[in-house]
């Protein structure tokens, strides 16, 4: 299984980063958003961390959006599901993979957005950064495993991006809250710490709760099913 | 059978909240602070725990679902969202009814309301995907997934609520709560006689759907033997023809 993930995720990474088009548009709309929100802001003003941070993992969910849908059109366009069915691996290779090749992508693409929170939205690295990096890791894990299982659900729909933000976000919230709230430790100055442990045990859990859902229902939503 | 199952939920439903209608406004005490408006806890807390128990029963039919690839446990899930969906929402203007007498506003991001707004967008999402015209069998698998999924957040839901501090009155704590004997009684009894009227909303949802694919199947069948047949000879209009 791990043999066949880790090719579909070259195969995708590969696909991603020498024809670029999608993952230009993923980056553009984040870029755009935190640009866009910094309009909002008077000469001099600087947005609160955890506004910051918001705007930050907002971008991330927009990206990831379009980055699983990208991942997934590919074997539409093409008409290649029914090859990646036929691997001898279990299928669950195929989510794993995309799943890899998603956070890498979207890990990627944060790389961007990080130096334009601070240029755009006025942000200082605090003491406590560390904390914001677990956050990224832990957020971009979720964002991996949850976008993986339902980027698939969205397959062959019109309107598939709509479709994926209607029913993702929602699901996304706790992780959302979670990671916002340690990307702002990472921003203030002096920040409260004493939560910090029980916002990292809450993205640990929805990890844990994707992952495992990811495992035992991808057969269900990636099927030779039109 | 399923008829005369709602019929008698529907019956004990209608005497056991007229019971809780007496109960309610005649034997339970009027709260000092809130007064009158806070007659509506005792709607609004069964709503709350009934509209749960029924994306529950919507999670264990879509497992059922997946499991056993029977049409109907999908059905049932649908009503069961649908259900759930009416008395989420229900709960959530009677919790803003409440919160504008008890806090000044009208929506506060207080978490426990936050995370129930957030199950009402999932369920919603999984409405949105069940209206999207594909074909059944993976309509029901895809809503399946997402019912599913959508459940599994619950759990966090409450964690955040009890996590995070909050400013929703706790009414059944460990320690007693913050509610009199009486007032405790009334919202027992109210959420006992919605039960049945949650009971009697999920089976009359699930029977309407099970008649609508019935008939569905029964027009497919009368449009495929309508072309397998000759057609009639019809009449000549006019003359030229």
């Given at each position: 299984m791990l043999t066949a993930a880790i090719a579909i995720c070259k195969k995708d990474l590969l696909m991603v980063f020498t024809h670029g088009a999608g993952l230009a548009q993923a980056l553009l709309l984040g870029l755009l958003l935190v640009f866009l929100f910094s309009l909002s802001l008077n000469a001099g003003d600087r947005l609160s961390p955890q506004a910051a941070a918001a705007m930050f993992w907002l971008a991330s969910a927009f990206c990831q959006v379009l980055v699983f849908n990208m991942l997934y059109a590919a074997e539409e366009a093409e008409k290649a599901r029914l090859g990646l069915l036929m691997l001898p691996a279990p299928v669950q290779s195929v989510w794993l993979g995309?799943?890899?090749?998603g956070m890498v992508i979207l890990a990627a693409a944060q790389c961007v957005f990080i130096p334009a929170v601070f240029v755009f939205l006025g942000q200082k690295m605090g003491e406590?950064?560390?904390?914001?990096l677990a956050g990224i890791l832990i957020g971009d894990l979720g964002m991996a495993a949850s976008g993986s299982l339902l980027g698939a659900l969205s397959v062959g729909q019109s309107g598939r991006e709509s479709l994926l933000s209607i029913v993702l976000f929602p699901l996304l919230t706790p992780l959302l809250l979670s990671v916002v709230k340690l990307a702002s430790f990472g921003l203030e100055a002096d920040p409260m710490l004493e939560n910090a442990l029980r916002w990292i045990g809450l993205a640990v859990a929805f990890d844990s709760i994707f992952l495992g859902a990811g495992l035992v229902l991808f057969p269900f939503v990636y099927n030779g099913e039109d | 059978m399923l008829h005369s199952k709602i019929a008698i939920s529907a019956l004990?439903?209608?005497?056991?909240?007229?019971?809780?209608?007496?109960?309610?406004?005649?034997?339970?005490?009027?709260?000092?602070v809130m007064g009158l408006v806070q007659k509506i806890f005792y709607m609004h807390l069964p709503l709350a725990w009934w509209g749960l128990v029924s994306f529950a029963t919507a999670c264990a039919a879509s497992l059922l679902c997946l499991i056993r690839h029977d049409r109907k446990y999908d059905l049932f899930s649908a009503s069961a969202v649908e259900t759930g969906m009416l008395f989420c929402t229900l709960t959530l203007v009677t919790g803003s009814i409440w919160g504008r007498h008890s806090w000044g506003v009208w929506w506060t991001w207080d978490p426990r309301l936050t995370t129930a707004l957030i199950l009402w967008f999932i369920?919603?999402?999984?409405?949105?995907?069940?209206?999207?015209?594909?074909?059944?069998?993976?309509?029901?698998?895809?809503?399946?997934v997402v019912t599913i999924v959508g459940f599994l957040d619950v759990p966090l839901v409450f964690l955040s609520a009890r996590l995070w501090r909050s400013i929703h009155p706790s009414v059944f704590a460990a320690n007693g709560g913050g509610l009199d004997m009486q007032m405790a009684v009334t919202a027992i009894a109210c959420v006992a006689a919605f039960f049945f009227i949650w009971l009697s909303l999920l089976l009359i949802r699930y029977r309407q759907l099970l008649l609508s694919a019935r008939l569905d199947s029964i027009i497919f069948e009368q449009l495929f033997k309508a072309e397998q047949e000759p057609a009639p000879k019809t009449k000549k209009l006019y003359a030229s023809e």
């Amino acid at each position: 299984m791990l043999t066949a993930a880790i090719a579909i995720c070259k195969k995708d990474l590969l696909m991603v980063f020498t024809h670029g088009a999608g993952l230009a548009q993923a980056l553009l709309l984040g870029l755009l958003l935190v640009f866009l929100f910094s309009l909002s802001l008077n000469a001099g003003d600087r947005l609160s961390p955890q506004a910051a941070a918001a705007m930050f993992w907002l971008a991330s969910a927009f990206c990831q959006v379009l980055v699983f849908n990208m991942l997934y059109a590919a074997e539409e366009a093409e008409k290649a599901r029914l090859g990646l069915l036929m691997l001898p691996a279990p299928v669950q290779s195929v989510w794993l993979g995309k799943a890899a090749a998603g956070m890498v992508i979207l890990a990627a693409a944060q790389c961007v957005f990080i130096p334009a929170v601070f240029v755009f939205l006025g942000q200082k690295m605090g003491e406590f950064w560390t904390l914001s990096l677990a956050g990224i890791l832990i957020g971009d894990l979720g964002m991996a495993a949850s976008g993986s299982l339902l980027g698939a659900l969205s397959v062959g729909q019109s309107g598939r991006e709509s479709l994926l933000s209607i029913v993702l976000f929602p699901l996304l919230t706790p992780l959302l809250l979670s990671v916002v709230k340690l990307a702002s430790f990472g921003l203030e100055a002096d920040p409260m710490l004493e939560n910090a442990l029980r916002w990292i045990g809450l993205a640990v859990a929805f990890d844990s709760i994707f992952l495992g859902a990811g495992l035992v229902l991808f057969p269900f939503v990636y099927n030779g099913e039109d | 059978m399923l008829h005369s199952k709602i019929a008698i939920s529907a019956l004990l439903g209608g005497l056991s909240l007229a019971i809780c209608q007496w109960l309610v406004f005649a034997w339970a005490p009027e709260e000092k602070v809130m007064g009158l408006v806070q007659k509506i806890f005792y709607m609004h807390l069964p709503l709350a725990w009934w509209g749960l128990v029924s994306f529950a029963t919507a999670c264990a039919a879509s497992l059922l679902c997946l499991i056993r690839h029977d049409r109907k446990y999908d059905l049932f899930s649908a009503s069961a969202v649908e259900t759930g969906m009416l008395f989420c929402t229900l709960t959530l203007v009677t919790g803003s009814i409440w919160g504008r007498h008890s806090w000044g506003v009208w929506w506060t991001w207080d978490p426990r309301l936050t995370t129930a707004l957030i199950l009402w967008f999932i369920y919603a999402g999984c409405m949105a995907l069940r209206s999207i015209p594909m074909p059944e069998h993976r309509k029901a698998s895809l809503c399946s997934v997402v019912t599913i999924v959508g459940f599994l957040d619950v759990p966090l839901v409450f964690l955040s609520a009890r996590l995070w501090r909050s400013i929703h009155p706790s009414v059944f704590a460990a320690n007693g709560g913050g509610l009199d004997m009486q007032m405790a009684v009334t919202a027992i009894a109210c959420v006992a006689a919605f039960f049945f009227i949650w009971l009697s909303l999920l089976l009359i949802r699930y029977r309407q759907l099970l008649l609508s694919a019935r008939l569905d199947s029964i027009i497919f069948e009368q449009l495929f033997k309508a072309e397998q047949e000759p057609a009639p000879k019809t009449k000549k209009l006019y003359a030229s023809e």
